[in-house]
């Protein structure tokens, strides 16, 4: 049977296999700090409408909750820097959703892992995860030293940016933890100084209820007024802080086909969404990011980019 060594290295190999760009490891235990810093967030009402935010908080900061027995957490990173970019007079689009949703695709390479490790190292316990459960992802990815959390609140890691979906394993399997590294911001404020709605309160704070993608795309009722024309022309999501931050000059396209950006998102003018039917919208855009705003919210995101 392997040992707890042999399983770290194993997981990492087999992730790398499988396209993921870094794997890390952490201890599963309860996250007292970060609990602290979320009732915080919380309690000032950050979330916004977001109330979802509100549910399983004791699970959200201690994994052996939602995994019996559970040992590790796996952190891992797929980069989703796109080749191809919308032109710059067209309504924006956050880059993560030009192309298939990650749920699916990174679920996908989760479970592939999962059947190759136990292939490997015989049957375990654990759950995949890709944004989809109360796990606070980039504190997980941080204490496994996959990056730090940035000034806007992004996990940011040297060798790649930002631009990447991060994913969990929580398993009972025995593994070698790895540690934190250190914070690389600096004196730099450059992704507070461009948010237009000033989401970002104070370093490493965001406001959600003024993010721009909380509007676009987590806010299911009318827009407030005084927001409109304070997008700078981002229909769905925004990548603002991210496109201002300087370790995104190491970011490369990604490799993974399904990721690519999707004609209609590529190509489309401000005309063309204006005039865009819901049969070619839910047709053109089926197994897109987009879909989370539909249709209607869609159209409602274009009324306020002016």
Request: charged content about 25%; glycine content about 6%.
């Given at each position: 049977?392997?040992?707890?060594?042999?399983?770290?290295?194993?997981?990492?190999n087999?992730a790398?296999e499988l396209?993921?760009?870094?794997?890390?490891?952490s201890k599963a235990?309860?996250?007292e700090e970060?609990?602290?810093?979320?009732?915080?967030?919380?309690n000032?009402?950050?979330?916004g409408?977001?109330?979802?935010?509100?549910n399983h908080f004791?699970?959200?900061?201690?994994?052996t909750l939602l995994?019996?027995g559970?040992?590790?957490?796996?952190s891992?990173?797929y980069?989703?820097?796109p080749e191809?970019?919308?032109?710059?007079?067209?309504?924006?689009?956050?880059?993560?959703?030009?192309?298939?949703?990650?749920?699916?695709?990174?679920?996908?390479k989760?479970?592939e892992?999962?059947f190759?490790?136990?292939?490997?190292?015989?049957?375990?316990?654990g759950?995949?995860f890709v944004?989809?459960?109360?796990?606070?992802e980039?504190?997980?990815?941080?204490?496994?030293g996959l990056g730090?959390?940035?000034k806007h609140?992004?996990?940011?890691?040297?060798s790649?940016?930002?631009?990447?979906?991060?994913?969990e394993?929580?398993?009972?399997?025995?593994?070698?933890?790895?540690g934190?590294?250190?914070?690389?911001c600096?004196?730099c404020?450059?992704?507070?100084d461009?948010?237009?709605?000033?989401?970002i309160?104070?370093?490493?704070v965001v406001?959600?209820s003024?993010?721009?993608?909380?509007?676009?795309?987590e806010l299911?009722?009318?827009?407030?007024?005084?927001m409109?024309?304070?997008?700078?022309?981002?229909?769905f999501g925004c990548d603002?802080?991210?496109?201002?931050?300087?370790?995104?000059?190491f970011s490369?396209?990604?490799k993974e086909?399904?990721?690519n950006?999707?004609?209609?998102?590529l190509?489309n003018?401000?005309?063309d969404w204006?005039?865009?039917?819901?049969?070619?919208?839910?047709?053109?855009l089926k197994?897109s990011?987009?879909?989370?705003s539909?249709?209607e919210?869609i159209k409602?995101?274009?009324?306020?980019?002016?």
């Amino acid at each position: 049977m392997p040992q707890p060594d042999q399983h770290s290295l194993i997981i990492k190999n087999t992730a790398c296999e499988l396209g993921f760009d870094y794997c890390g490891i952490s201890k599963a235990e309860f996250m007292e700090e970060e609990a602290r810093q979320l009732e915080n967030w919380l309690n000032r009402g950050m979330h916004g409408k977001m109330k979802y935010m509100e549910n399983h908080f004791d699970k959200r900061t201690n994994p052996t909750l939602l995994v019996e027995g559970a040992k590790s957490v796996i952190s891992l990173l797929y980069n989703y820097y796109p080749e191809k970019k919308q032109r710059a007079d067209a309504p924006q689009i956050s880059k993560y959703a030009y192309g298939e949703d990650y749920h699916f695709v990174i679920k996908d390479k989760l479970k592939e892992l999962v059947f190759r490790l136990q292939e490997q190292i015989g049957n375990f316990h654990g759950r995949v995860f890709v944004d989809s459960a109360p796990v606070l992802e980039k504190a997980w990815a941080k204490r496994s030293g996959l990056g730090w959390i940035g000034k806007h609140s992004n996990l940011i890691n040297r060798s790649m940016g930002s631009f990447f979906f991060i994913a969990e394993i929580i398993c009972d399997l025995e593994c070698v933890p790895d540690g934190p590294i250190k914070d690389y911001c600096g004196t730099c404020t450059r992704c507070i100084d461009a948010c237009p709605t000033d989401a970002i309160v104070q370093p490493y704070v965001v406001d959600g209820s003024k993010c721009i993608s909380y509007f676009t795309i987590e806010l299911r009722e009318e827009i407030p007024q005084e927001m409109k024309g304070k997008f700078e022309n981002w229909m769905f999501g925004c990548d603002i802080c991210q496109d201002v931050c300087p370790w995104n000059r190491f970011s490369r396209p990604t490799k993974e086909e399904r990721f690519n950006a999707n004609d209609v998102i590529l190509n489309n003018s401000e005309k063309d969404w204006q005039e865009l039917s819901e049969e070619v919208f839910n047709l053109s855009l089926k197994k897109s990011p987009l879909q989370r705003s539909g249709f209607e919210g869609i159209k409602r995101n274009l009324f306020f980019l002016k």
